[in-house]
């Protein structure tokens, strides 16, 4: 029986939120606001409007581009694509063609497989198009409140072989971008839209296959994994069979859990791409490049792995107070101020982890005053700590008396002692502070 390998590439695109469209002064913050209140004749495409390019949104993907270790063009212009359809009404979208504003990125699985980003590069969101009834008649409404709307594009190289690999990068991706505070990726409003090539070959060949199924509109990582292994099986039942798969556009149906047929492509579609000639190319200067490479904050990757080495913490631990830079910087400030009461690292992370406890404590301040509770909860009352330190210092002659006359060391044998004594459960600072005023008050006597 045949044997296949799974062929998957990527194309992600990410609004980014910059105050004002990509190529006009119209606002972005489009969700939920009524249809085309934010609008203007360059978002419209009207005849003769002249666009602008918004440096901010450009900036935004450089930054990206820098954080997956692309290199950064430093001649970089926009291209007109040409196509027809009612969600662009001037017949092209401004976007990049030959010279896109970062190239040959890369990023690194859990399990240390090389994914090859090919480019990011930055083009104009189009309008909205909104399927419904008016009367009893089948409309479709637009919306152009998000057209022109900045969106950055990635595209990685097929170089992944498993839905998973996927899944990691997304979120990898997503965090990413939430880190350089240019966008807040959420899928579910649609400002990061996920589309996956899929195929599927035959084992022992190198060249790759001559088709490519492209996965579409899917709003969550889980469905998206869902999605492609669907595919996968779909596609690995038609070539066991002798048949060919066809090149085409599919959605992901969640009640099926299966694919299904959305457009047929016979060949790659010519764009007639050609440079916008309204809006000047972009000119970045090595040292620009390298200033915007300085200024970004500490990366997710990097931000995981210094969690690790320098708390202990596990990888899980670590994944998971990382999720957002703002949880992290609250644990790194948390175990801060609880290194003055002795709390690890460790205690403040399983806090946090397994009881959400920063979720009660907006201020990291507050845990700590939490955990000191906690703690000393969970110790034996006092009054059995102070009867067993009375005990131990009767019964540990020799320790008390080198401790008096000057043996440090002692008290950490007398504490020792107490603890033994009472399986480990009293408070190890308040044994200590029992028996120093137990011996001081025996000195003056
Ligand atoms: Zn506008």
Partial sequence: ??????????????????????????????????????VCPVCLGLPGALPYANRQAILASLKFGLAFGCRVSGFSKFDRKHYFYPDLPKGYQISQYDLPLCTEGQWHSESRKKIRIRRIHLEEDTAKLIHSEDNGKKVTLVDFNRSGVPLMELVTEPDFDN??????????VQKT???????????EK???????????QEEGRKELPDYKVELKNINSFRFLA??????????????????????????????????????VKEEAQDYRYFPEPDIPPVRFSEDEVEKIKLSLPELPAAKRQRFMDKYGLSQVYAEILIQEASRADYF????????????????IADLMVNKNLDRQFPEPAGLVKRITEVTN???????????AVKEVILKEVKAVADYQKGKTQSLGYLVGSVQRLLKGKADPRRVQEIIQKELTKGAEK
């Fill in 1 to 38: 029986m045949k044997k296949f390998k799974t062929v998957i590439g990527l194309e992600v695109h990410i609004e980014i939120s910059t105050a004002s469209k990509m190529f006009c002064g119209c606002p972005t913050d489009h969700f939920g606001k009524k249809a085309n209140s934010l």
């Fill in 163 to 172: 839905a998973e690999a996927v899944s990691e990068f997304l979120k990898e």
């Fill in 177 to 187: 971008v939430r880190y350089l505070g240019i966008s807040s990726a959420d899928m």
């Fill in 190 to 200: 649609g400002s990061m839209r996920l589309e996956a090539n899929i195929s599927l």
């Fill in 226 to 263: 869902k999605a492609i292994k669907a595919e996968l099986s779909r596609q690995e039942e038609l070539l066991v069979k002798g048949n060919r798969v066809l090149q085409e556009t599919r959605g992901y149906s969640e009640k099926t859990g299966k694919t299904f047929s959305q457009r």
């Fill in 332 to 347: 790194e400030e948390a175990v801060a101020l609880g290194a003055k009461s002795n709390f690890s690292a460790k205690t």
């Fill in 377 to 387: 909860k969970d110790y034996l009352p006092d009054e059995l700590t102070q009867g």
